[in-house]
Each structure stands twice: as C-alpha cells, then as structure tokens.
C-alpha cells in the first residue's frame, strides 16, 4: 500500500490515484488547487453570502418558500438548515424516510425543524418496492447502494421545486468536509437505465410507486424552473466540531458516530460494505478533506485510521436489520459477502451518460 504523504488517500483500492515525485495524491494536489476557486470561508466569502441570500429572497418573492432543500439529519444538511434560519430564509425542507433512519437522527431532524421553523415535508417510498430495489443492488455487487435512496430524494425535491416554483436548492455539499472523495467505486444515481436493468436482473417485485427521476429530466426541470443550485457552507467558516456545538445549542442536537451514520443502511454501507467488498475505508476520504481544511493535521489522521471503523456490537445490530429489511436470510448475505465485486457498468447503463463519465476521467 503507498499513502499520500500530505493527506492520508491511499491506493489500496483506487485505481484513480497517482502520487507525484514526493509521494503527494492527486487528490489532494487538485483540492488545494480548486480551494481558492470554490472555498471561501473569509470576508469574500461575507460578500458573496449577501450577495447570495439578496438573490435567493429576491427569487421568493410572491411564493411560500425562497428555497428548499433534503434535510438528512446528518451535519452538514443540519447545519446549512440552522445557517438558513438564521439568514431569515423561508426553506421548505424535504426528507425521505426510508425505514433506515436511526432514533438520534429522528430526533434531531424533529428538533432542528421545529427550531429553525422549516416546514418539512417527510417522503416515505413504498417499503416493499424500496427494499426489493436496495436487495437488488446488493444481490448486483455494486458499490453505490444508496443509488435508489438518493434518486428518490432528487425526484421529490424537483417534484416540489415545480409545485412551488422554487429556483434555489441549498446543497450541504462543501469543501471544508467534502474537498476529496473516491472517484473509484461510485457511479451517478441519476443513470435510471441503470437502476431498471439492476433491478430487472435482480428484483423480485413492482417498483413502480417509487418516484424516480432521470439525469435528462433533471436537465430538463433545471431549464424551465431555472433552478440554481447553491453551496452557501462554502460561504463561511465551516468547522466539523464548532457546528455540532452550534447545533446541540441551538436545538439540543445529538451526534450520531462519524460523517453519514445518521441512517442504518449508509452506515452500513460505510461500515461494512465498502470495506468488505470492495477494501474502501471511506474514512481516508473524510480525514483527508479535514486535513486539506486545516482542521486536523495527518498526524492526528492517521492515529484516527488506527481506530477500529465502527463498534462491532453495532454493526452487528445494523448488519442484523439490514438483513431483516431486505428479507435476505444468513446464508444469502454470506453468498452475496463472497461473490465477487461488480462495477456498475457491469450492467446496462445509460450510453450517454457513461460516456460523460469517461470523458471527465
């Protein structure tokens, strides 16, 4: 294994990495190079947040809402919503409730919204159909499981951006906690051909009460909505721990574990998914992105590396409702566990947009 002598990416399961004549990622090379493009978290970063916020109240005049946005009830959802409320935003938020939400995530999301006096709209997709699209994805061996909950989320959000003829869409996404991610082992959840032919293959059920939404009607909505979509936590000063004491202040938010263990099917495909099948410790991704912040140096990355992923008596727990939501029995997992790793362009995918892809690579 070779790791970054600047961040802590390594290559045990990226074939997307390269390292320069001092053993320096291209991950963090290109983060540090894009900052001064995309993260402002200064005086310049004040002006284009006033800027940002005239614009969006501008843009809601006349209308229920200035802007909306999916609220998991993980940090930086959480975070931006407590911000908003606090710029005077009107925001309607979304969430869906895919029965894998966790109590503490419930809890926080209930405390967060009634504080910050955000409507909230709570999506529940039809279980069954849901679950049979999740064990499909499973049963295909590909990495991104979160595929059918992230297409969901989008088809509600631009469902209700049309019926309240909203523009904005506040992102969580941001550069102080996100600046590096894995390009291997991901793949766009907008790809709905891919979705069909997954579940074709795999699926034992109907999934035709799930909203689902394809990149060209994204493309399409974003046009006649003029639909912009914003990232105001690059705007300011975003620190991991600072915004979780903000947060437990301001509605007695509790924290959840580490970054995405808000909800028991991501958690255990941070946990055990990603590692078990495909040798991925998301957590390189995360402590490199705080590196790259300044808000850890690789030292203390790396002794956080050391630590175990996840205590195992919950990831038990986790793996056991996991199994039991998607009706797949022991020796189903252990079979699944065992077979070898797939891409999803294993499997039918929409031409076009694979062809983006590869072209961007």
Known sequence: MKRCTRCVMDDRADQTITFDENGVCNYCTKALADAGNVWFPNEQGQEKLSALLARIR???????????????????????AYLGSKWGLRILGVHVDDGFDTDISKNNIQKLCKAAKIDLVTITPDAEQFNDLTRAYMLAGVPNLATPQDNVLFACLYSYMREHQIRYFLTGANFALESILQRGNTYT???????????????????????????????????????QTVAPLNLVP????????????????????????????????QLYWFPKKFGVDKRTSHLSSMVVSGQMSREEALAELEKPVCDEQLLSAYIRIVKERLGISDAEFEQIMASPAKQHTDYPTDLLLTLGRNLRK
């Open 58 to 80: 501008e843009a809601g005049k006349g209308k229920k809402y200035d802007c909306i946005m999916g609220i998991s009830g993980g940090l930086d959802s959480s975070y931006l």
């Open 189 to 227: 959840p907008y790809d709905t051909v891919n979705i069909r032919a997954i579940h074709r293959r795999f699926g034992r059920k109907s999934i035709r009460k799930l909203k689902l939404i394809s990149r060209y009607r994204v493309i399409l909505e974003k046009k006649l909505l003029g639909v």
């Open 238 to 269: 975003y620190e991991r721990d600072q915004a979780f004491r903000e947060l437990a202040d301001f509605c007695g938010f509790q924290y959840y574990g580490s970054k995405h263990l808000e909800n028991i099917l991501t958690a255990f495909i």
